[in-house]
């Protein structure tokens, strides 16, 4: 095939360039050359140093011991914050005791010891019995991801601010990461009926205490790594944390070897982020924004971790750890819920707790309705497919 010869026609620039004396040329390509790498070379020198001068680190602890899956969680809000910022933004994780211990890291954010923390919002009811419900709510049928839902687009956040504003607290805060029901808890011999609480010391947090005291068990406070060692000296017949992971690295089996599932008591919950308000306005919109859509982030990404762990350590804890599970009876659920009325009506006495619970009442006939309605039940599926029922590795008493 004969090849075309014709040479190709010069564009603009390219005629231009050419149609310059040589010397022209070279001294102009010489002379761009020139300002083209000394720009590079500034970029180059002058963007780590605006990147490091702009960087800014905050002292951040969680409410948990550092074995705790819970922290992990708390690393991974970590994590994103860390990794949206571009590094310009640092958190700096601690465990819980490092600075404060668990229950006083609201006061230490106030104070400005710590710039922020992870925690629940149950531990602060002490303060305003309303700030459970920003964490454990009444169990009104909804799950974590409805109760997130109200918070961030159901009215909620507006009202855990009307709380901060009301209390006075300098703090900025959200919830995050949506909490399956939570046991009964771990026990010396099953419980078979409401009666067998009565005169229990038991551990819970926040209107789970009211509740609990509702069946005259003497209920106790505190945080999650001081209850295995007060169930191992005796100091408690009964306690409660949250899930199989948490539940197994703290120890639990070696104290109990008797698990109750399935409670009103924490029907579901939810993580709170808070920071001090002084330090969380200095910082620039930006780094506001991150540190908001970094708990949306890690609320789902906790979400999917649990799901695969939180199965695989209680089969662990059955298979290798010796624990019997067991299914709390429905006389005791029912119980539950006629003592959330009495607890609901007693705290409802104060206003502000009475605007949130009747809040939350209202989006819940509303949501968890719509919900059930259209939710197709999952047990039979599940029997249909694997030929067994959820509960045959559990006791039911």
């Given amino acids: 095939m004969a090849h075309d010869k014709t040479p190709a026609a010069p564009n603009d620039s390219q005629t231009a360039i050419d149609s310059q004396p040589s010397s022209t040329s070279r001294r102009r390509f010489l002379t761009g ?33 550092n074995q705790d899956i819970f922290h992990e969680f708390a690393s991974d809000y970590v994590r994103i914050v860390n990794e949206m910022s571009g590094g310009r933004l640092r958190l700096n994780l601690l465990p819980a005791g490092a600075v404060v211990g668990a229950l006083q890291l609201q006061d230490a954010v106030i104070s400005g010891a710590l710039d922020g923390g992870h925690g629940v919002t149950a531990y ?36 855990y601010n009307e709380l901060l504003e009301r209390l006075e607290l300098p703090l900025v805060g959200y919830q995050t990461g949506p909490m399956p029901t939570q046991a009964l808890g771990w026990f010396k011999e099953p419980i078979a009926g409401a009666e067998d609480l009565r005169g229990l010391k038991y551990r819970t947090v926040g209107l789970a205490a009211d509740l609990m005291r509702e069946f005259g068990a003497a209920v106790t406070i505190m945080g999650g790594g001081d209850i295995v060692p007060a169930m191992d000296r005796g100091l408690l017949d009964g306690a409660e944390f949250n899930n199989p992971s948490s539940d197994r690295l703290l120890g639990f089996p ?12 924490q029907d579901c919950e939810a993580f709170e982020v808070i920071f001090n ?27 999917w971790k649990a799901m ?75 029997v249909h497919f694997y030929g067994k029922s959820p509960t045959d590795t559990s006791t039911i008493l």
């Fill in 277 to 303: 308000k002084n330090k969380h306005d200095s910082l620039p919109e930006e780094f506001q924004a991150i540190l908001q859509y970094a708990a949306k982030a890690a609320s789902s990404e906790m979400y």
């Fill in 308 to 382: 695969e762990r939180y199965p695989r350590d209680l089969n662990a804890m059955r298979e290798e750890q010796g624990v019997q599970t067991y299914i709390t009876p429905d006389s005791v659920l029912q119980a539950q819920l006629e003592a959330w009325d009495t607890v609901i009506a007693s705290e409802s006495q104060d206003e502000f707790f009475k605007k949130v619970v009747d809040h939350q009442r209202e989006y819940c006939e509303r949501v968890v309705g719509y919900h059930l309605e259209h939710t197709t039940p999952k047990e039979p599926a599940y």
């Fill in 33 to 65: 050359s020139a300002a083209a790498v000394g720009a590079g070379a500034a970029a180059a020198v002058g963007f780590p140093s605006i990147a490091v001068a702009q960087t800014t680190t905050l002292r951040f602890q969680s409410t948990w011991p």
């Fill in 254 to 265: 070696d104290v109990s070897k008797t698990w109750m599932l399935r409670s009103y008591h």
């Fill in 124 to 159: 602060w009811y002490g303060k305003h019995k309303a700030f459970s419900l920003f964490g454990t709510p009444p169990p009104f049928g909804w799950d974590a991801h409805q109760f997130l839902a109200w918070f961030w687009t159901g009215g909620g956040m507006e009202l």
